[in-house]
């Protein structure tokens, strides 16, 4: 048998049984000893996966641009939360504060809070950041009784999903369990009494993410308690689907999600449907847009002629990093910009987005 996460995982199997797909992906990303995030994530060009905010400066500024006018509309609180959950590197924060000094007195209201689970991540952001940031474990340690502005790139991809596939005599759940020679194996086991599963032809599989559903429901009761908005861009679906979309990225290749367990970043895709229908549970509106709408009205376009205008030798470099971000066959629509807000209210560049 095979030693570290895989073999831990085996060791448990084989006395427990098999393994939802949600607690492997858990598992995978953090378990304390071997889990990805919580021993050894590598974003950028030199890691496993590269993120939006790596891509270019300009989506950071844009979002803190799109922070302070949310702020204004919002009437200037004096003091808000500032949040952003899974910071990464903290390049997005980072360039986030810089933008926001254009907005006089917004650094000042601000309380920034970073949600983040990952040790090692956590150093890279202390390190960027310094000191006028604070850390929570999860989003109910940020403390409430103040307006919200919230956001989260790449962060819903990373809870958890269970996978139900349907076969001839109808839902089974998909699990990781053990093969013959003792590796892990993913095979089908009963679906749970009182699963709630929708009607689909055979041979599909079905995502159901408990977990990206939760965080909708507390961003959405949240909002409503205390006001603001919540802005999650992440690849994934804007209506229900079907599909098996666990992915697992090592040095910028897709693996064999089971052959590298807690090597490799281990995702799905968002389930925005399900994300906001939990958050209007609560009585928050929500909207949602392509990452290129959004980033269009925002201005990306203008903010890029700037660029150019500033350091004309770079033209090629932005043009590129322009087009990785907004074009159709990169992430301009595969990734999502989705907002949870306070009713009656739609933030700025969600205008006719509502959903
Ligand atoms: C794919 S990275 C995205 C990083 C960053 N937002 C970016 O765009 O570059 C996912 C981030 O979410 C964090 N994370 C994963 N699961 C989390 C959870 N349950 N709660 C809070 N943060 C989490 C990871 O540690 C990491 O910071």
Redesign the pocket.
Known sequence: MSGGLAGKLAAQIAQGGPLTVAQFMTAC??DPEYGY?ATR?A?GEGGD?V????VSQMFGELIGAWAAVAWEAMGRPDPFRLV??????G??MSDVLRTVRMAPGFREAADVWL????PP?RALQRGRLGDGVRWAA?LAEVPGGAPMILV????L???PVRQFVRTAAGWAEQVVGLDAEGRLAFGLAATPAGTLLPDAREGVVYEQSA?QAALGAELGARIVRDGGAALLIDYGRDRPGFGDTLQAMLRHRKVDPLAHAGEA?L?VHADFPAVMEAARAEGAGTAILTQAQFLARLGIGERAEALVRARPDKAPVIGRQLNRLMAADQMGDLFKACCIHSPGWTPPAFEEADA
């Open positions: 990303l953090h995030y994530p974003l996966f993120t939006a905010p790596l952003e959950m899974g910071p990464g590197d390049t997005l949600v983040e689970t990952s991540l999860s989260a790139n790449e962060l991809d990373c809870l977990a970043d995702t």
